[in-house]
């Protein structure tokens, strides 16, 4: 995991444009796609990445992170912006020029090539010398261990060596970019599992900067460096995983990547320090934590705020900070990651609001229960959203 | 004795040379949550439309309520049947209400606009997509379509369910939401489901009982907890929940109580026997989460070298090379421990309860350590 603090991170405020400097592999300016027919698909975006990174490009169906993807790669031209790498401006360059390799769900292998001669391809069309061709598909095929397979055909492979293939015939002409658009969509659960381990494998000892599209969110947590979620056209947060998961810039962030209970109401109060403010909602008033948040938490009172908790956070007990009576709807042990409880609490005016505890361990709680979660937890997020106006059920389930 | 809701006896089929269930058996009782999980390939989709009346088995006897199905034809049989297609299901010129009413009216039962109208409503309130109420499905996102062609099938009212991996299409967000619906759906309705995917994530959260299947044969039955503590074939273990895998060298040496000493890739292993000690090889396998970063209390200890670290929110995935094995050896802890930086060596360990020795690979013998341990 790299350490390194990620210069697009707060794209809603007006921050300058940091300095690119030798450790930013990509980095992205005002990207603004507009259809021909008018739709805008891509709306001002920036972030950067470092080197080497694994960066995942994460948000629901429409929100732009395929549109982003083609204009990195040429395919699509953008409207307004600009996009370099390592260091050159390549906004306007065709896709062979770009340096930047692509891998796809369907692989596109050469069926009549074998697989040596399909990784070798790209090398002869660029016309490298024998010598040099033969050396760098050797290496590469043995860091893909695929030296069983170079003559096979493509029909002769499994779904997982077709996948290896591609990797390795756009590693082999060294881009200093690889994009990779939702490469395992179509793979069994399993053999999704066993590939995320290898691109892991692959990423640490290839050290190429990857960049990676998919809707799948746990996907997105176990490969990144650096994740970037995009909603309705924009970057809602680009940041570590760690940043992402526990500081979200946003309640859509919070609840798109990972699961979290949501709650909003007024912030009434703050502690004398500024660390905690109370929360007065339609379930009771709850003391959170304001360490998230940008804006003096003064200035807020008044406000309505909204604040998440992690279901792992949860604990049946009336012994933390906050706690609220709910009844027990679904109780779900799944063997190997411990239990989840669906829980409904009820507002003053009587409308069900669905909580959601996880445990590590098993646990067998009764019909009814005190759920209960220490302010530390509940993390206060100032925005809902950097795009105005959203429901975070309508948008994050695309209902 | 009560009947069950669905029984198979001795199920044989085979599209021409190649035989894709092979003596079937299995036992559904009425109002369970029945998951079949498997790989592509493995016969489940098969199974699915042998039971209801799509394809005719070649063998053996399958029943629905205690009445064999010889002589029943797709209509008789009754049962309610989602397919991952959905889009292809609905009537585009129709509206969602109109797509529900359709089945209704068209059904053996006799009913009034009134009492048809307010099934439709119960059903979209139950799917929570009463708001699509007038809408044709093109207006509609893919989960909003799934829950109508959920509807429609619901509505019918049959006693039995088939589902063939229906969540499968959907967004990652959308398919947890769709799991927990399926479980209060089920809840509700009191029908028997037979739900078949590849996902096992999603079988062990939904299963009441849990059927492995692998090349056309059942690898076993039981309840999720049951399958996953204790596997009976490396193939079960290794297909549902996480594992490491170590192939054996020689007979081990039976310790007593159900524990051998193995010879493996990293050395010698103490493990719990599974299914037999007299072959020359087989597999230890160790879950991820089994294995302990702390290891002062277990039984055994290796060594290995920190490859990466992932930390996913809930968990930490530490990858580990270990002298001898040309895999990575992976631990999983809860959280997000402040332990352990690439490069270090570090001390891995987990009791004698946890490494789990198997000579028998699956119940066919076509599986090899290589499968297992591939792609």
Known sequence: MSDTEYSGADTSAAEPTPDVTDDVALDVRGLTKIYPDGTLAVDDIDFSINDGDFCVLIGPSGCGKSTTLHSLVGKIPVTEGEVRLGGVDITDAPTYERDIGLVFQDFQLFPHLTVGENIEYGLQRLQVDADERAERVTNIVEMMRLESLADRQPEELSAGQKQRVALARSMVLEPKLLLLDEPLGDMDYKLQKHMERELLRLHRELDTTFVYVTHDQTQAMRLADQIVVMNDGKVEQSDSVERVYNEPATAFVSAFVGDSNTFTGELTDVSEDGSYAHIETPLGTFL???????????????????????????????????????????????????????????????????????????????????????????????????????????????? | MTTSAISLEAVTKSFREETVLRDIELEIEDGEFCVVLGPSGCGKSTLLKCIAGLIDSDDGTISLDGRDTAEMSVQDRNLGYVFQEFEETLFPHKTVAENIAFGLEHGEQERSPEEIDEIIDDMLSLLAIEETRDDLPSALSGGQQQRVELARQLSRECPIMLFDDPLADLDYKLQKRMELEMRSLHADLESTFLYITHNQDQALKLADKLVVMNHGMIEQIGTPESVYHNPQTAFVCRFVGDSNALVTEGVPTDVGDGVVDVETEIGPITATTQNGTEKETGIVIVRPEAVSLDTADCETTVTGVLEGRTYTGETTEFALSIDGLDREFYVVVPNDPDIGSVGETMELGWNIDDALYFEKLSVTDAVTSSDLLGE
């Not at chain 1, 807020?300 to 012994?319: H, N």
């Not at chain 1, 989840?340 to 959601?356: K, N, R, S, Y």
């Not at chain 1, 229960?369 to 509940?378: E, F, P, T």
């Open chain 1, 288 to 399: 959170a934590t304001t360490k998230n948040l940008r804006s003096d938490p003064p200035s807020l009172v008044g406000e309505q705020i909204p604040f998440s908790v992690r279901p792992q956070y949860l604990e049946v007990t009336d012994e933390l900070d906050n706690s609220v009576s709910c009844r027990v709807d679904d109780v779900i042990h799944q063997p190997g990651s411990g239990t989840q409880v669906i829980l409904e609490a009820t507002t003053t005016d009587g409308t069900p609001h669905e909580l959601q505890l996880k445990s590590f361990d098993r646990i067998e709680p009764s019909d009814t229960v005190s759920v209960g979660w220490s302010a530390d937890h509940a993390t206060l997020l100032e925005q809902t959203s950097v795009v105005d106006g959203i429901d975070l059920g309508t948008d994050i389930l695309g209902e």
